[in-house]
């Protein structure tokens, strides 16, 4: 017992101590709010795509657990510079996995993986994909509060 | 329960022969014996309550109040046994001012929809307090908003007291009920309701208690407080879920339109009209939880022959043990720091968020709630987002407290 690495590596501790592309973005030409009512993780998530559908710049700001702010940060610095169906299809790779629907995480979730853990913890599911959610919210512009507790089986 | 009110007065408190009699507690949670500190939220089931349900479903499951055989008139027999049970567990003056529900949630919604639609107007004052569970806020703000009327908030200090200063301020003659909760579920403060009741009746205000945490902590006397209304869970003091009392008194009931219209709640039934059964019956349409009812009067025998006092007389001495164990560790800060406190201990750690706490801890074993306790006015009263909250029961003991303090210290550990 006491071994917590599964879940907390090191890696999403520095993440959560040291979040990158933190703060607001003044110039983005798309953005959403994410809320996890379970432990109230709030963020705000702002993307500026091209009119090629890359992924010129994107920050996120707000406050959460651990899981959710390393998510958050880790998922900022793997989707910049990338298409947006890259960014959707890494979305259902990283959902799959930390619900535990895949035996093994894909290779091209690179350092994402260290979330894999996440998958023996279902209370803290939703903490890791919040960030993931809304990032695909700001994408399709929609513009209510992605809740992970909106009743349309989001379950993850 | 002569012999067990005896026993009460003369033996110690043998928490180790307490714990025994809860089956759940004997086990390893992650390879680790189990420490549950989460008994604000639920409390574990002593085997009387589990084999009482048991009995139930295995020698006289039947409906009540409507068959003519054996087995019907134990069930209906078992289920009004319990009723006078908690008659007198609360010292109500009649038993049919024992109203079944679901729990304290729908024992307030049906004051709110059954008392409220008929007694609030438009420009009408409900007042609740800055500590309410949302269970005592939603109805009440479903009602002014259905109504016109005004939701008022009594504010609490840094300590999580009530100021009753501002609370003899907001009564006026606008206001039309006080809705406060006896024991706050997110700060442990113990409220002064004798306090409160006595202002608002001097003021011609009605007052309704929500008594979810103060059950199986207080002894509580409905008539000597002079509550109009109490509201409690069954699952908060050792019994099921799904099963709960509201207290009302007889005349103010009587006078309430039903809650819910259905079978076991009328007199006569004609397409033309009907006429509603007395009390309790009038609110309590359809097949009731009877087992859980069985389970709830067991359950109320197993806390009256250790005895309530010395149950809180207990869990005291858990919470001033935790109290100065928490507060040796530097990054915690208590949440709730009343002078009247029941065995409730909400803190933060550092910079460290709740549900992380919550997912360490639980990996050591030890089961505590973190999060915002469904109190968020609560939590930005104080700004934080969430709290952990550790909560003690009467089978509780200080070196589980220990193993809470270690598992926080290697919280710290794994965030340094
Ligand atoms: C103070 C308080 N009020 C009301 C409730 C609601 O009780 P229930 O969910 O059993 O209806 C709770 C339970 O958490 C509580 O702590």
Known sequence: MSDFSDLYQDLILDHQKNPRNFGEMTDANHHADGYNPLCGDKLTLYLKLDDAGTIQDIHFKGSGCAISKASASMMTVALKGKKTAEAEHLFHEFHDMVMGKIEKAPEDLGKLKVFEGVKDYPARVKCASLAWHTMEAALHNEKDVVSTDDGKGMEG | ?416
């Open chain 2, 1 to 416: 329960m002569a012999t067990a009110h005896a026993e009460s007065t003369t033996q110690t408190y043998d928490v180790l022969k307490y714990r025994k009699d809860f089956p759940i507690l004997n086990q390893k949670v992650h390879g680790v014996p189990l420490v549950y500190l989460d008994n604000a939220a639920t409390t574990q089931k002593p085997l009387s309550v589990i084999e009482a349900e048991n009995k139930y479903y295995r020698e006289y499951n039947a409906n009540i109040h409507r068959g003519v055989h054996l087995l019907s008139q134990q069930a209906t027999k078992a289920y009004e046994d319990a009723r006078v049970k908690i008659q007198k567990f609360i010292n109500a003056a009649n038993s049919a001012e024992i109203i079944y529900t679901r729990g304290t949630t729908e024992g307030i919604n049906l004051v709110a929809q059954t008392w409220g639609r008929k007694n609030v107007q438009a420009g009408d004052e409900i007042l609740v307090s800055a500590m309410e569970h949302h269970s005592n806020i939603v109805p009440w703000q479903m009602l002014c908003e259905e109504k016109g009327a005004k939701l008022k908030v009594i504010p609490i200090n840094d300590a999580g007291e009530l100021l009753m200063d501002e609370f003899k301020k907001l009564v006026t003659s606008k206001t039309k009920l006080v809705a406060v909760t006896h024991v706050s579920n997110a700060l442990g403060t113990i409220n002064p309701i004798a306090d409160i009741i006595q202002y608002a009746h001097s003021k011609g205000v009605l007052v309704l208690i929500d008594g979810a945490q103060s059950i199986p902590h207080i002894k509580v006397d409905v008539q000597a407080l002079d509550c109009d209304f109490y509201a409690f869970s069954g699952h908060k003091i050792y019994a099921p879920t799904g099963i709960g009392v509201l207290y009302g008194k007889y005349k103010l009931l009587d006078a309430m339109p039903p809650y819910q219209g259905g079978g076991d709640m009328i007199a006569s039934v004609t397409f033309e009209k009907t006429t509603y059964a007395k009390l309790p019956n009038k609110f309590e349409a359809g097949t009731p939880h009877i087992a859980g009812v069985i389970g709830l009067g067991a359950a109320l025998d197993y806390v009256s022959a250790i005895g309530v006092d010395r149950i809180a007389a207990h869990e005291h001495e858990l919470l001033v043990y935790g109290t100065q164990a928490l507060s040796k560790i530097k990054e915690i800060r208590i949440i709730g720091t009343a002078a009247m406190k029941a065995g409730v201990i909400s803190f933060t750690l550092g910079e460290i968020h709740p549900h992380d706490i919550g997912t360490i801890l639980d990996k050591q074993g030890v089961a505590i709630r973190a999060g915002h306790h469904c109190a968020q006015p609560v939590m930005e009263r104080f700004d934080i987002p969430a709290t952990a909250r550790a909560s003690f029961g009467l089978y509780n003991v200080k070196e589980e407290i220990d193993v809470l303090v270690t598992a926080i210290q290697k919280t710290l550990e794994v965030f340094a």
